[in-house]
């Protein structure tokens, strides 16, 4: 079995929902593995903290990478598993409306709207005057994706283990609602980093449905640095011209052209239900050539 192999195929031909889980898990397992060997040798493992975004300001000056780095970022294996299944569920009803650059931009920006948040929150409120804390965690991202989502597509009905169907904007207002709450409890500075991402989620859509995309000179700049090493996000087209024969009679002449129309129908559905922002790029490409005609 090559796993590796497996492993390096999915992350170059999935999706940017299948490699931002990846990446987290990635992360994860590599931070443990190296902890073994400190562990062993009788040292504790400083890179959580040059990792996770530090509340006090000057430490935070001096480690300006920590509010992109921490939204990869879990300590305990549960906390990172309720994080990718969070991220996979909406994630997944994301790209039912949108391409993956959309959701990276939803992804990252939200993180940084959590840190941006969670360290003015540290440094202006009287509460936490003599407390200093660590931010870690994709849970700011991902409170942006599900109240994305949710504000686009308020009504979709979304199964919930041992409760049933409910729309998706009422989870989305009980998730926000719980961290509001969540503020007074052992982890104010995580629940106000959720809010940060879930206005970040808010604000997108809004923007969006101005035709404006907030995160698109972000995602371009992590398309460029991902293409420097490797196309990391990049998700090159699986497209290449082939050259069909022509049908052998008018039977398979009305099978092409049946299933070409539905899929039109299908774009133009999706175009009144959803507006056409909601298009991918190829479905875009082939109403325009069918436009041609």
Do not use: C
């Not at 040798?41 to 975004?53: D, M």
């Not at 299944?85 to 409306?97: E, K, P, S, T, V």
């Not at 961290?179 to 809010?195: D, F, M, Q, R």
Request: charged share 15%; net charge positive.
């Amino acid at each position: 079995m090559d796993i590796a192999g497996d492993i390096k195929r999915t992350f170059k031909e999935g999706s940017v929902l299948t490699r931002l889980i990846y990446i987290n898990i990635g992360v994860f397992l590599l931070l443990k593995i190296i902890g073994v060997f400190f562990y062993l040798s009788g040292q504790s493992l400083p890179v959580y903290q040059w990792l996770s975004v530090p509340s006090v300001t000057e430490v935070l000056a001096q480690r300006p990478w920590t509010p992109i780095t921490y939204m990869f970022l879990h300590q305990g294996f549960i906390h990172l598993f309720f994080n990718m299944i969070g991220l996979y569920w909406f994630g997944q009803l994301f790209l039912y409306h949108f391409e993956g650059g959309k959701l990276l931009g939803v992804y990252i920006m939200g993180g940084l709207w959590g840190a941006f948040l969670y360290v003015i929150a540290y440094n202006l409120l009287p509460v936490f005057s003599s407390t200093n804390g660590l931010l870690l965690g994709a849970s700011a991202s991902i409170f942006a994706v599900l109240v994305a989502i949710a504000f686009y597509d308020p009504n979709r009905e979304i199964h919930l283990f041992f409760i049933g169907r409910f729309p998706l904007k009422y989870v989305a207002a009980f998730y926000v609602l719980l961290s509001v709450i969540g503020i007074s409890s052992t982890n104010p500075g995580g629940n106000i980093a959720h809010l940060g991402g879930a206005f970040w989620g808010w604000f997108y859509i809004y923007q969006l449905r101005k035709g404006k995309d907030m995160g698109a000179g972000l995602v371009n700049l992590v398309n460029k640095i991902g293409g420097f090493f490797g196309g990391l996000f990049k998700h090159k087209s699986k497209m290449k011209v082939t050259y069909r024969k022509p049908p052998r009679d008018d039977h398979e002449y009305n099978r092409q052209k049946h299933q070409q129309q539905d899929e039109i129908n299908r774009i133009l559905d999706k175009i009144a239900k959803s507006g056409y922002e909601s298009l991918t790029k190829k479905e875009k490409e082939l109403l325009f050539k069918q436009g041609k005609k």
